[in-house]
């Protein structure tokens, strides 16, 4: 129907992913159970299987899910073969089948069908002459029973702002031209704001393609182009400014980081003999920040994937080169200290052997000890190397590396899976300032998974959104990026969302095509680079009263 008439399905869309979430304000978790029941009496079932598992992933759990079909026989109709006053409970026989199949703790063993057929008599006699007919009234009767059975959140539980569907902007890949002030500068031909001016894509070193990892290809078909992103509303009074001016011309800003004296590092993916890391001074004033330090590719090489970025104690400054396959350590002045793996040798550290060799590493985190905790594993954009016939490349799990402050082994521990205490990749890695318990944004499996400093399971906390970073503010309080979705999450330690930052996908004003690592100045503002623009974002926070 979307070829055949285009406009229906873009009226449809409309309604249904804009005008419908941007007005209502049911929770997620609400809206999934009154789909479940609208699913029931309109009889969709190949929607109602899909829909099972999203409803189960947002927390509604299976007791709940059995009994949605349980209150669904007193509203559902006649069966279109009975007489009228006969039983509906034909209608929900294949739900009930449905449930029956699924491995989600809905599943319904043994001799189940004579029981949940008494349950359910039970439910009509109870209900009986409150039977209703025809679409409109099952719909309603559904949705009724669903939000006042379902509704009530948690008491005492915190407070989320209301969040709503919107498109995904076109990822311009890096190649936007911005000018002073973090303006994107129009495309010749008239193009529209917020599409700017394309430049060639920076170069980077060539890496096989996503296999043997669970998340190769979007395993639900459709293009990431094509995604509804789940945007939160902002209600934490910030605003935006760009306070740094970066050559025209460069690429995406992966990370910024704020040094001690409230220098400010940006780390940039440029092409092949320009420079990728600036210094930059402090904040004076309104006035953008002035340029003081360069670090060109004599001192660091040419980083073929420009990553994470972290400032230890110390004011080192370590740089994270995914493609590259090192971790470097630079000095207060941009010298090289110590690298960590091997330039373009992409394999398994195995410190038995005395191999100490990098897969993927994309950030990095300190312990409040000096303690060094590198995340590795690109999983859907890079090979997972398993079946590779290199002896130190064979591994291929993302991992954690524990390294103390001088680069000394202490531990690693593997994802390369999904579920319960296992990970798919390491996008983002911080440690709680509190208890040092180590958080890794897992991105693609959209979820935060919680390890001690050692290495032991704490647990998986699921979220609506892309974890592309994870971090502790100033006051120890979580934050995520929530990357393609364009936004920065201040989130509890559960990860329900307390307030959000940014205006979703985009290239304009506040707006991220992928909001990625972020730091907080003294004075609580918040910074971030964008992957696809090579612009720094500046989250100046609401003033005290």
């Known amino acids: 129907m ?30 999934l159970m009154v789909q479940l029941a609208s699913m029931i009496a309109s009889q969709a079932l190949r929607e109602y299987r899909v829909m099972v598992g999203a409803a189960l992933t947002f927390g509604v759990s299976p007791v709940e899910v059995r009994e949605i079909v349980y209150q669904a026989v007193p509203y559902v109709g006649r069966h279109p073969s009975r007489a009228v006053g006969t039983s509906s409970f034909p ?10 199949r699924r491995r989600s703790g809905c599943m319904m063993t043994g001799n189940w069908f004579p029981k949940w057929k008494s349950v359910i008599r039970r439910r009509e006699v109870e209900m009986n002459g409150r039977i209703f007919t025809g679409g409109g009234a099952i719909a309603l009767g559904m949705n009724l029973t669903a939000m006042l059975a379902f509704s009530q959140a948690p008491a005492g539980g915190p407070q989320s702002p209301g969040w709503f569907l919107l498109g995904s902007a076109p990822d311009p890949g890096g190649r936007l031209v911005v000018g002073p002030g973090g303006r994107v500068i129009p495309a010749a031909g008239g193009a ?8 060639p894509a920076p170069a980077v070193a060539a890496v096989p393609g996503c296999k043997n990892s669970p998340l190769c290809g979007n395993r639900l078909g459709g293009a990431r182009s094509a995604l509804q992103r789940v945007e939160w509303k902002q209600t934490m009074g910030y605003t935006y400014a760009y306070p740094v001016d970066l050559p025209e011309g460069g690429g995406g800003v992966s990370a910024v980081q704020i040094d001690s004296k409230g220098n400010m590092w940006v780390f940039q993916r440029n092409a092949v003999g320009k420079p990728q890391l600036f210094e930059f001074g402090p904040k004076l004033g309104g006035e953008a920040r002035k340029l003081i330090r360069t670090v060109g590719e004599d001192l ?84 997972n190397d398993t079946d590779s016939d290199d002896p130190t490349n064979n591994l291929g ?19 390369n899976s999904v579920g319960q205490g296992k990970f798919s990749m390491v996008h983002g890695i911080a440690v709680d300032p509190k208890n040092g318990n180590v958080w890794l944004a897992d991105r693609e499996e959209y979820r935060l998974v919680v390890y001690t400093g050692d290495g032991k399971f704490v647990k998986t906390v699921q979220m609506r959104n892309l974890m592309c970073a994870v971090a502790f503010d100033p006051h120890g309080d979580l934050w995520a990026a929530s990357g393609q979705d364009g936004q920065l999450l201040k989130i509890d330690q ?32 918040l910074y971030t680079g964008d992957t696809s623009v090579g612009r720094v974002t500046e989250m100046l926070a609401a003033k005290k009263k």
Request: glycine share 14%.
């Open 192 to 199: 529209g704001a917020g599409r700017g001016a394309a430049i």
């Open 2 to 31: 979307a070829v055949t008439d285009p406009e229906l399905i873009e009226t449809f869309d409309n309604f249904a992913f804009d005008e419908v979430l941007r007005h209502g304000n049911l929770d997620a978790r609400t809206r």
């Open 300 to 383: 660091i090489g040419h980083q073929d994937k420009a990553h994470g970025m972290a400032i230890d104690a110390e004011d080192n400054v370590w740089i994270c080169d995914a493609n590259g396959a090192t971790v470097m350590k630079l000095s207060p002045e941009g010298k090289l200290l110590m690298t960590l793996g091997v330039k373009g040798k992409r394999g398994d550290w195995e410190e038995a052997k005395g191999q100490r060799l990098l897969w993927q590493p994309l950030d990095l985190a300190f312990a409040p000890n000096g303690d060094i905790y590198i995340g590795e594993g690109h999983s859907n954009e890079s090979p």
């Open 397 to 415: 799990a993302a991992r954690v590396i524990h390294l103390d402050k001088t680069g000394k082994f202490i531990r690693q521990w593997y994802g």
């Open 91 to 100: 209608r929900c026989v294949p739900f009930l089948k449905r449930l029956r």
């Open 494 to 525: 559960n990860g329900n969302v307390v307030g959000a930052v940014g205006n979703g996908s985009g290239t304009g004003e506040g707006q991220f095509i992928e909001s990625n690592y972020m730091v907080w100045d003294k004075q609580d503002n």
